[in-house]
């Protein structure tokens, strides 16, 4: 909480909202600031009609309207530490000369999302490549999914890490009641191109975010290593919402960040 407090003071600062000490306490001024920046943010829009924040969230909340008014890209007002809300709180941290990076537990984030690493970081906190969690977890898909390389098999589950097993469980589901299973079929959605797979990355020296079970392929046919939005179906508008509920729960599209691998997703934010 006081790591939390700080990081939304350091914030409030930069926003001009704060001019008391960055010290972790939620004083009056401190307190004083989160109002003010809650305010501003129901003044513009930025927290949606009749939104209400409490605890964690309201300080949450302040901070991401400070950060979005000084030029960072925090996302939405929501409240939830998720991975632009992080990403955007390291970028003030370097621009303030910090020299120490914040430490928001996912406790942090209530009910919201993911809180993931970078790529470089996934060993610590994911543990060893290719050990016991990799495939701890166990995916219960919304109905039965095709094996991409052999159609005539299905699976009903997966495994995976043992810490993306609900994020993962919840993308499919909720995409799932989004499209309806007809639709969800059309796109190939249900086309399971593999998670934990200990191994190198394509073409390069590093180890594949598949060798922590935190990555997912799915119809890797029409969406090939190297294809770009021309040519890759998972860039097609139709899968719009699919890639909202994806990064909802913050993870990471290699398609929609770099343009290539549009079969793939992690639990890694790319360094």
Known sequence: MRDLIEAAQHALRHAKLYEGLVDGIAGRKTRTAISIALRDAAATGSTGPGAQFEGERRIVAAMQ????VTGFDAG?????VGPRTRGSLEELMHLLGEGKPLTLDREDRGEGPGRWPLQRDVESVF??????????GRVVLPFAFSLAWD????????SCHADV?????AIFREAAAAYGENE???LRLDR?????????MRGGSRLSMHSWGIAVD???ERNQLRWNSDRAAFAHRDYRLWWQIVESHGAVSLGRQRDFDWMHFQFARLS
Request: glycine share 12%.
């Open 65 to 68: 309207h400070a950060l979005n």
């Open 76 to 80: 939405p007002v929501d409240g939830y």
């Open 127 to 136: 543990g060893p490549a290719g050990g016991q969690q990799c495939t701890a």
């Open 165 to 169: 097993e609900k994020p993962l469980e």
């Open 151 to 158: 159609l005539d098999r299905t699976l009903l589950t997966f």
């Open 192 to 200: 399971f191109g593999g998670c934990f797979n200990h191994r190198r």
């Open 184 to 186: 969800f079929r059309r």
């Open 218 to 220: 799915l119809d890797p």
